[in-house]
């Protein structure tokens, strides 16, 4: 009985060490982390790769991540940031994305032009008052074919 108490206590202990190393040892890995996507400190400002939807009056909206040819927002992000570095992906993003603007349905009859943009904001402020980017910058525009 005795026995079997010091071998599970030192098992409880090794497997406590185990747990608590990275968090010491400030070090992530497998199969022991310390999570660093969520306790380490994260930059108040982030930078946003998308694709807005204009309408004639020039107000704009982000378009779903179907507009760029996939259901996955983080997908549709990585499209968007990978066609900014070069002009041409950028032009023909823009291009592909105003072509499938009408299949999104009647909720975006009204976009009658794309943006490829890359806008930094500031994230609790988006969250709590604003959704205005702080800056930005339009790296492509092309009209939606057949409208106005």
Do not use: K
Request: proline share 7%.
């Amino acid at each position: 009985m005795i026995r079997g108490r010091r071998a599970a206590a030192i098992a409880f202990a090794v497997v406590l060490v185990a747990v608590l190393w990275p968090i010491a040892g400030g070090r992530d890995g497998f199969p022991f982390s310390n999570y660093p996507m969520f306790s380490g400190d994260r930059p108040r400002e982030v930078t946003v790769h998308h694709v807005i939807g204009r309408n004639a009056a020039g107000r704009g909206r982000p378009l779903p991540p179907r507009a760029l040819g996939t259901e996955e927002v983080m997908q549709a992000s990585q499209t968007a940031r990978f066609a900014a570095r070069n002009a041409e992906r950028a032009a023909d993003l823009c291009r592909r994305v105003a072509a499938n603007v009408q299949g999104l349905g009647s909720a975006w009859a009204d976009v009658v032009e794309v943006e490829l943009r890359v806008d930094v904001f500031d994230a609790v402020e988006y969250w709590e008052t604003q959704r205005i980017p702080r800056r930005g910058e339009t790296i492509a525009r092309c009209p939606v074919v057949g409208r106005p």
